[in-house]
């Protein structure tokens, strides 16, 4: 089936395979469905490399992300410019980082950058009200909110500055073996 | 993106300590100097510390934060140099994850795990001892940076730069351009510097093989990944329900795959043969009527489904030396296939196989979840890790976050209950309740054992109607309905008890499950193996006790369709239709798959009396799948607890691995030593015990001659000797016990390391503050000296310790 598709020269599917958790089959599959969110903007031919990118919009409203409280700061870590819109090869990456395959660390990594909302690469106390927030569709008081952020810092803050660097937080994914496991979205 | 700035620090020393230099051993002089410098530092401090922290009272309320001041309130300068901080640039730059793989590869080809600090030269995480306060004067460009990368993964082997260039954290455009400009041509290796001779010729033997073994596991994964069916179903099912719930699935797909080994071991070695050399059968075969599927007797008796059927012989013996009476059939070219031998080696390699595959999954999946020091920081984890991303579908979405406020909400009830301890009569109270909750529980599987006992002892004395078959059912029938009534008794009984932790309530749920279950199968095997073999003297108590599990696998089959028919369909319409609640029945992850694990339990003590019972478990377990899953997109809810899903599998592997496996085998090990086998039926029909085929064996191999008197060697000397069997123990449990101390002081390591990291943030908190303080006087400085002198004002000197005084 891998042998007639058009759509990659054999060096281009080479380089995906080897740069990406994915195999032939799997990038083809994630191509479609990238084409399948802009049929008029993403065209079928990719040998010539074309500078497409489908904007936020169309990859907020995929369904294995429509429902994501966190879907816009996966789509602007993943994305080039930081602002949500994403070519094949951000799309190729952000699924190959969140497949089963990749490595714990790299996927801490990402998490890191998901969660860090203003981008100043900690995750302060305001990045942590965020992230509770959108966690619980804000029904949550504003009290138990910070008291949550509160414990969190205690319980995850190595070296006691108020807020989580990314040694930090991979410390603390560390101790939590269900992240492999959640931090995952098949396509 | 950040530059590191060449910025000189000079800070010149006290008056005091020119000139001298106070070696570690003279402590006094050391301390001296020091306490000066302390002692005006301090004077300082006291004087700045209360003017910042008028300011940051201005700026934040808080009263956490004394020591650390937000960024807000620090001057531009010190913000620069906070900018080109090591730990700062690792998240932002390029450059600098570029460098730090970089590190990681050359660690990696020189296969040390400290470099020497010599080639720290082209480390763009500068080390400070190296550079004297200096940060990094030789800034590299990120194209220079990049080229020394390139040309590390150069001289790596082709797996291990894919290796490692999966698992940096670049985009993959930039990966792409660095696979394409680290790509030798084909045919050159680079040889590794340093120690040449032998040392690299088998360290370059040992990558090989690391490579081969690697390459060999991704190809057996992608064709595993290829066989997988289901792929959509499961997708489907995290989407709706989230990783829990499919944590079952994935189980059931483990147990598939444990029980197709199996089969494909028998087929090839036991069930093969005997269908090319098919015995002479005892008389006319019965006819087949419907009620075979369910008994298993009748028209299946008398075949290879069952071990009466198979031949005591040698196959395909040549003829001319015929041995045990076999018959002889001239073929060309066969090789003469010792059947009771085989029978026995076969079953006992299956099982070996088997016991690695369990143990080496099970270590594998503790070695993940379980970590030193991992039941603190149970908010972090909450906040960070219990969103599951899997979650497709909007209302199951909505239901994902309802579960983590509960949690989180139960989580701050737990901790302000924790500060304030209940009374000693409250405890007391509710040990008392917890004794009596297990008394009972215990009771009622105490109950169930002696029930079956009583039922299987009467269905012996009674004449037991030979000609009806149907009452061969009767007894698999009532352990089946015991079976699936008395976990709901458990269950209402553990809703009296409370119970802090949820988690808790699920793992002593299961424990409860479990003893019942096991109560009940140590029952059946004191009946069948204790009570049956003697009752059934002159007859085939082995083709028996094969059709027994064979019937008691499909009555639990049958029996767990009626349960999700009337617990989870009946049960939806009833709670709709009349008690006109929205919530659908929760899917019990714990009692199906402990479900799971009593079949697949049956299946291995079944497995030496009917080789072909793992193909029926096969069957019943992709049934199962198609039943469970419509009945759970159709009828069932997420579960509204949390579970760590992680965590579970483990138990579940370790729960399939100790008492079911462990149960099974030593089943298996007391049929094959101790019991009689009996004499018209089976491949052992003419010995004592199974195991003397084995004997017979090694006694006609000392017979051969001397090329094989190795092997009789090893039985007697090895095998047989108890002595081997102690030694090897006592090393196991050596080991055992050097891991145990090993794991001790690790964690002594990390408590220690621990406090090590809090205090280098607090250095760090005081370092930065005093550089806030001293560009705070700067500029103070500077604006009056602007302010009170008109003239061209000279540079502003660098500012030494000397003006504070």
Known sequence: MGNKQTVFTHEQLEAYQDCTFFTRKEIM??????????????????????????????????????????RQRIAQVFSEDGDGHMTLDNFLDMFSVMSEMAPRDLKAY??????????????????????????????????????????????ADGDHDGRLSLEDFQNMILRAPDFLSTFHIRI | MAQPLAFILDVPETPGDQGQDPSPYDESEVHDSFQQLIQEQSQCAAQEGLELQQREREVTGSSQQTLWRPEGTQSTATLRILASMPSRTIGRSRGAIISQYYNRTVQLRRRSSRPLLGNFVRSARPSLRLYDLELD???????????????????????????????MPLSLAEKRSLREKSRTPRGKWRGQPGSGGVCSCCGRLRYACVLA????????????????????????????????????????????????????????????????????LPGPAPVCTGLELLTGAGCFTHTVMYYGHYSNATLNQPCGSPLDGSQCT????????????????????????????????????????????????IHAITVFCSWDYKVTQKRASRLQQDNIRTRLKELLAEWQLRHSPR????????????????????????????????????????????????????????????????????????????????????????????????????????????????????????????????????????????????GELVWRIISEKKLKRRRKPEFDIARNVLELIYGQTLTWLGVLFSPLLPAVQIIKLLLVFYV?????????????????????????LTLLCFPAFLGAAVFLCYAVWQVKPSSTCGPFRTLDTMYEAGRVWVRHLEAAGPRVSWLPWVHRYLVENTFFVFLVSALLLAVIYLNIQVVRGQRKVICLLKEQISNEGEDKIFLINKLHSIYERKEREERSRVGTTEEAAAPPALLTDEQDA
């Open chain 1, 29 to 70: 599959r994630v191509f479609y469905r990238y084409q399948d969110l802009a049929p008029q903007l993403v065209p079928l031919d990719y040998t010539t490399c074309p500078d497409v990118k489908v904007p936020y919009e169309l990859i907020g409203s995929m369904p294995e992300l429509k429902d994501n409280p966190f």
């Open chain 2, 137 to 167: 004067p030789m800034a590299r460009e990120e194209e220079e940076k990049q080229s020394l990368l390139v040309k590390e993964l150069q001289s790596l082997a082709v797996a291990q730069r894919d290796h490692m260039l999966r698992g």
């Open chain 2, 423 to 566: 009374s000693v009569c409250g405890r007391l109270r509710q040990a008392a309740v917890l004794g009596l909750v297990w008394l009972l529980c215990l009771g009622t599987a105490l109950g169930c054992a002696m029930a079956v006992h009583v039922f299987s002892e009467f269905m012996i004395q009674s004449p037991e109607a030979a000609g009806q078959e149907a009452a061969l059912l009767v007894l698999p029938l009532v352990v089946g309905l015991l079976n699936l009534g008395a976990p709901y008794l458990c269950r209402v009984l553990a809703a009296l008890e409370p119970h802090d932790s949820p988690v808790l309530e699920v793992y002593v749920a299961i424990c409860r499950n479990l003893i019942l279950k096991l109560a009940i199968l140590g029952t059946l095997c004191y009946h069948w193996l204790g009570r049956r073999v003697g009752v059934l003297q002159g007859q085939c108590w082995e083709d028996f006790v094969g059709q027994e599990l064979y019937r008691f696998l499909v009555m639990d089959f049958v029996l767990m369709l009626l349960d999700t028919l009337f």
């Open chain 1, 110 to 155: 990402y998490a890191f950058k998901i969660y860090d909302f203003n981008n100043d690469d900690y995750i302060c106390a305001w990045d942590l009200e965020q992230t509770v927030t959108k966690l619980t569709r804000g029904e949550l008081s504003a009290e138990e909110v910070s008291l949550v952020c509160e414990k969190v810092l205690d319980e």
């Open chain 2, 213 to 280: 073994l690697h390459s060999l596991g991704l190809a057996l994964l992608s064709a595993l990944q290829a066989l997988t069916p289901w792929r959509y179903a499961l997708k489907r099912i995290g989407g709706q329900f989230g990783s829990s719930v499919l944590s079952y699935f994935l189980f059931l797909k483990t147990l598939l795959a444990f029980n197709a080994l199996l089969l494909l071991l028998l087929v090839a070695f036991i069930m093969g043969p005997q269908v090319a050399f098919p015995p002479a």
């Open chain 2, 628 to 652: 469970k899953k419509t009945s759970l997109l159709a009828n069932c809810q997420a579960p509204c607890r949390p579970w760590l899903a992680s965590h579970m599998s483990t138990v579940f």
């Open chain 2, 330 to 377: 001239p073929r060309v070219g066969g090789l003469p296939y010792n059947m009771p031998l085989a029978y026995l080696s076969t079953v006992g390699v299956s099982f070996f196989i088997t016991c690695i595959t369990l143990v080496y999954s099970m270590a594998h999946a503790f070695g993940e979840s379980y970590r030193v020091g991992s039941t603190s920081g």
